[in-house]
C-alpha cells in the first residue's frame, strides 16, 4: 500500500517557471488582436440582436402612443369645436367705458337684428384681447342653440356696417 501512496502523490511535476511561462502565454493569447476581435464580433452579435429586439418593440409602442396621441387630438378638437356650438363673436361693435356686454348683445340684437333676444338668453358675454388700437371683439355664449342660429342666420341684416358676426371655431 505505500507504494501505491507514493505513486498518486507523483502527479505532474510542473515548475514554478513553467507557470509563468503559461500565464504569460495564456496572457498573450486574451490580449491579441485576433482573439480580441472575434471576442468582440460575438459580444456585438450578442448585444445587437438584444438591442434589436428592443428597439423593435421601443418602435411599436412609439407608434402605438403616436396612434393614440393623434386620437385624442382628434377628440379634443371635436369635444371643444361642441363646447362652442353655442357660441358667437362679434367684431366692429364700438367699445364703451364701463360698458355691460351682454346689454351691447342685447341692443345689438333688437336694432340692427330686429330679433327680439333677452338678457336671459345670454349664458356669458365679454370682450377678448385684440390688438392695440382696434376695437376688442366680444364673444357670446348663449344659453340654447336657437337663439345663437337665430342670431347667425339674421347676420346679413349687417351688409354696409362695420359689424361682422362669425361662429367661434376652433383653429383647426
Same mark, same amino acid.
Not at 396621441?69 to 361642441?82: D, F
Given at each position: 500500500?505505500?507504494?501505491?501512496?507514493?505513486?498518486?502523490?507523483?502527479?505532474?511535476?510542473?515548475?514554478?517557471?513553467?507557470?509563468?511561462?503559461?500565464?504569460?502565454?495564456?496572457? &498573450?493569447?486574451?490580449?491579441?488582436?485576433?482573439?480580441?476581435?472575434?471576442?468582440? #464580433?460575438?459580444?456585438?452579435?450578442?448585444? $445587437?440582436?438584444?438591442?434589436?429586439?428592443?428597439?423593435?418593440?421601443? %418602435?411599436?409602442?412609439?407608434?402605438?402612443?403616436?396612434?393614440?396621441?393623434?386620437?385624442?387630438?382628434?377628440?379634443?378638437? +371635436?369635444? +371643444?369645436?361642441?363646447?362652442?356650438?353655442? %357660441?358667437?363673436?362679434?367684431?366692429? #361693435?364700438?367699445? *364703451?367705458?364701463?360698458?355691460?356686454?351682454? +346689454?351691447?348683445?342685447? =341692443?345689438?340684437?333688437?336694432?340692427?337684428?330686429?330679433?327680439?333676444? *333677452?338678457? *336671459?338668453? /345670454? &349664458?356669458?358675454? *365679454?370682450?377678448? =384681447?385684440?390688438?392695440?388700437?382696434?376695437?376688442?371683439?366680444?364673444? #357670446?355664449?348663449?344659453?340654447?342653440? $336657437? #337663439?345663437?342660429?337665430? /342670431?347667425?342666420? %339674421? =347676420?346679413?341684416?349687417?351688409?354696409?356696417?362695420?359689424?361682422? /358676426?362669425?361662429?367661434?371655431?376652433?383653429?383647426?
Amino acid at each position: 500500500m505505500a507504494t501505491d501512496y507514493k505513486l498518486r502523490s507523483r502527479g505532474p511535476s510542473t515548475s514554478v517557471d513553467e507557470i509563468s511561462i503559461s500565464q504569460k502565454n495564456l496572457e &498573450d493569447f486574451l490580449l491579441s488582436e485576433e482573439f480580441v476581435s472575434k471576442i468582440s #464580433v460575438k459580444i456585438c452579435e450578442k448585444l $445587437s440582436g438584444q438591442l434589436r429586439k428592443q428597439v423593435d418593440g421601443l %418602435n411599436k409602442d412609439v407608434k402605438q402612443l403616436r396612434t393614440e396621441l393623434s386620437e385624442a387630438k382628434k377628440k379634443i378638437e +371635436e369635444l +371643444e369645436q361642441y363646447s362652442r356650438s353655442n %357660441n358667437l363673436r362679434i367684431f366692429g #361693435v364700438k367699445e *364703451h367705458p364701463k360698458e355691460n356686454v351682454d +346689454e351691447v348683445v342685447v =341692443k345689438l340684437c333688437k336694432e340692427e337684428l330686429r330679433l327680439n333676444i *333677452h338678457l *336671459h338668453d /345670454i &349664458d356669458v358675454a *365679454h370682450r377678448l =384681447k385684440s390688438k392695440e388700437g382696434t376695437t376688442r371683439p366680444i364673444i #357670446v355664449r348663449f344659453v340654447c342653440r $336657437s #337663439v345663437k342660429r337665430k /342670431i347667425f342666420s %339674421n =347676420k346679413s341684416k349687417l351688409k354696409g356696417t362695420r359689424t361682422i /358676426i362669425k361662429e367661434d371655431l376652433t383653429p383647426f
